[in-house]
C-alpha cells in the first residue's frame, strides 16, 4: 500500500525530529513518568498483560528510539522488532539499542515489511492516537495481519473518537475505544485483559491497556 498522509508527513519534518529530541529518555525516567502520571510504572504494568504469555517474537509498530523495546529486552525478551517513520529516530535507536537483540528499521504502518503472522506478538505504544480516523483500519489490517497470536496497546481512552489538540495544532491526534475498532473489525479477535487508568493530576485524562487474542 502507496499510503503517504499528512499526518506521516508532520512526522517526518522538523516536528518530529523535535518530538524524538524530547523523548530520548532511559528506563528509569520512562517508568517515573508512568508513576507521575497513573501511579504505576510502565515495566509493572508489562509484568502484569505479558507474565504469562508463551511469545518468542514481538514487533513494536511506531516504536520511535526503542524505549519500550528495551524496557522489554531487559525484562528477558528476545527477538525483538520494531518499525518506525521518522529516519532520524531510527538513526537514534541504533545507538541507544547498541548490542541489544532489539532490530529497528524504517517503516509504515500502513506497510509493514514483514510476511503475514510473522510475529507472535504486535504491540503499540501511543501510535494509534496518532492515525487519522480516515486512515486507522489501514493501520488496524495491517497490524492484525502480521500477528499470529497476540496483538497489546497502550493508548489514550475515549468513549467516542475525538479529536484533540496536540501541542497547539490540530488534526494530529484522536482518541477512543482501540479495543472496540479492533473486536468490531475482527470477528476473531478477543479481548483477554483490559485495565484503564485516570491520571492522577488530570482524572478527565484516561489511558487505557489491552490485550487481544486471535
Known amino acids: 500500500m502507496n499510503t ?54 514481538i514487533l513494536e509498530v511506531g516504536c520511535n528510539i526503542g524505549i519500550q523495546l528495551i524496557i522489554l529486552s531487559e525484562m528477558g525478551y528476545k527477538n525483538l522488532y520494531g518499525i518506525e517513520l521518522q529516519e532520524y529516530a531510527v538513526d537514534k535507536s541504533k545507538e541507544i539499542t547498541k548490542g541489544k537483540d532489539i532490530h529497528i528499521i524504517k517503516g509504515s504502518a500502513f506497510d509493514i515489511p514483514y510476511k503475514d503472522t510473522f510475529f507472535d ?3 503499540t505504544s501511543g501510535l494509534l492516537i496518532h492515525i487519522s480516523p480516515n486512515d486507522i483500519n489501514s493501520v488496524l489490517k495491517e497490524i492484525y495481519r502480521c500477528s499470529k497470536k497476540y496483538i497489546w496497546g497502550y493508548e489514550y481512552y475515549s468513549d467516542i473518537y475525538e479529536s484533540i489538540k496536540y501541542r497547539g495544532e490540530d488534526n494530529l491526534l ?18 483477554i485483559k483490559e485495565e484503564r487508568f485516570s491520571y492522577l493530576e488530570n482524572p478527565e485524562n484516561i489511558d487505557t491497556m489491552y490485550l487481544l487474542k486471535k
Open 4 to 57: 503517504h498522509t499528512d499526518q506521516m508527513n508532520k512526522w517526518e519534518s522538523e516536528f518530529g525530529k523535535k518530538y524524538t529530541n524530547r523523548n530520548i529518555i532511559t528506563i528509569d525516567e520512562m517508568n517515573n513518568m508512568y508513576c507521575r502520571n497513573i501511579g504505576i510504572t510502565r515495566t509493572k504494568l508489562n509484568e502484569i498483560f505479558l507474565s504469562d504469555l508463551n511469545i518468542s517474537r
Open 121 to 123: 506478538f504486535v504491540f
Open 174 to 191: 484522536w482518541k477512543t475505544d482501540f479495543v472496540k475498532l479492533f473486536t468490531e473489525r475482527f470477528n476473531d479477535l478477543k479481548l
